[in-house]
């Protein structure tokens, strides 16, 4: 079966539009992949959100003059379509050479196409790089599991049955890997990430969920169906009070991507790792 993606300019040989263009944007639907994990899209297990940071972002001045930033983009989990990174990209560029009057002005478009290709209201911060230079490095809480001693000769494909926990014990903890690597469905790009989670309820095996980790190492799927995945097995594993599960993903091609689901609202700082 054709994947959706592949309707899009991704893995394509493409030339680079230099003047603004909100039509090169592409979505993808998200409940192709719902359907696949049997979950109802009106009725989702999760709430969350889809940080993307944007570190080559330029454009014109009225004077010609062109101006750097950075911008944070927040795609609500629960809109119907994932924004295409490849076309993000594409429309990123396209702003290069494009003439605007503020910051504001940049913030103002990029929303209004972020929102009309997500199907839902897409939030956009451009940031100067004075301002981003007061965010610092943080590492993510509570225990990291890496150096866990285990075996394991799966790669290709995500295993829950790895997955272990002991119902009797409950615990609240935090757990975070820097393991995690996935790839491109399209392009079979790799996609390296750390993943943190935070839960309340019957404790989990910290050997098996690095396993279970490890086991989407050469998995091919967007970042953000890799961070649900794991949310729902774990949910369904653990049964728990509270759950969340986020990845913070490398940057390619000047964008970085971070899901957040959770079975609860949360306030998130948007605080990058060593390697991102």
Known sequence: MQHPAEESLLGKQTGYVTQYDASLLFPIERRFKWQAFGIDENNLPYQGVDIWNAYELSWLLPSGKPVVA?????????????????????????LNQSRFASFAEVQAVMSRDLTAIAGAPVQVWIKTLAQAATEAVVELPGI??????????????????????????????????????????????????????????????HASLLAYVISFRQHQDFHEQCVERIFLDLYQLLQ???????????????????????????????TRLVRQ
């Open 240 to 270: 728990p009070q509270k759950l969340t599960v986020f990845a913070r993903y490398l940057r390619r091609g000047g964008l970085d991507i971070n899901p957040y689901r959770s079975t609860h609202s949360l306030e998130l700082a948007n």
């Open 70 to 94: 950075m911008a944070e983009i927040r795609v609500p989990a629960h809109s119907p379509n994932i924004i295409e990174s490849k076309s993000f990209k594409l429309y990123l560029n396209s």
């Open 144 to 205: 990291c599991i890496d150096e866990q001693d285990i075996a394991i000769s799966q790669y290709d494909q995500p295993n829950a049955s790895l997955l272990q926990c002991r119902p009797s014990k409950q615990v609240k903890e935090s757990l975070h890997t820097h393991l995690l690597r996935s790839s491109c469905p399209v392009t079979g790009q790799p996609d390296w990430g750390s993943l943190c989670v935070e839960y309340q309820g019957a404790a989990l095996c």
